[in-house]
């Protein structure tokens, strides 16, 4: 792992049930949503905007040549889910998709770009599209890129 801090796992039961199951098993276990096994997942390392601590978050894995997308839909509720404040004041975290943690850089994905992605997200994760009706704010498309 390349970043360094204390563990602060989250306050919901099945996200810190999840993190320690997948990153237990090197990624081989709990990589999917619960009950869905066509939905895999990635588990993102961020420091916290408020704390400092790291946090740790499941989140869908939609990737190509490399570069990962998270979404910031929080179920589409009217505001951003915790983890984006992080990203957006600590843009480096590290991700986990498999054995071992990298350390990427996170950037807002705009104009047509995040167009394309939130395209390749919902592709991925079809209720993306369900969240984004349910809001008035445009949900957030997060890039990652290796550091």
């Keep these: 792992m390349t970043l360094e801090g204390e ?3 989250s306050a919901a039961q099945w996200v810190r ?3 320690e199951a ?7 276990e709990a ?10 997942i990635v588990v993102i390392t961020s420091v916290g905007h408020k704390s400092g601590k790291l946090r740790k978050n499941p989140v869908m894995r939609v990737e190509k040549d490399g570069v990962y997308a998270a979404v910031a839909s929080k179920g589409g509720d009217p505001e951003h889910p915790e983890w984006y404040h ?13 054995a071992e943690p990298h350390e990427y850089v996170a950037r807002i ?7 394309e992605w939130w395209e390749r997200c919902v592709a991925q994760y079809a209720p993306y599209a369900e969240y984004q ?15």
């Design 109 to 115: 994905a705009e104009g047509e770009e995040r167009a």
């Design 22 to 28: 997948y990153e237990a098993s090197g990624g081989t």
């Design 86 to 98: 992080n990203f957006v004041k600590h843009p480096r975290v590290d991700l986990q998709d498999g």
């Design 7 to 9: 563990y602060q796992p």
């Design 31 to 40: 990589n999917t949503l619960p009950d869905h096994p066509e939905w895999p």
């Design 17 to 19: 049930d999840q993190v």
């Design 133 to 147: 009706e349910k809001t008035d704010r445009e949900i957030p498309v997060f890039l990652l890129e290796r550091a």
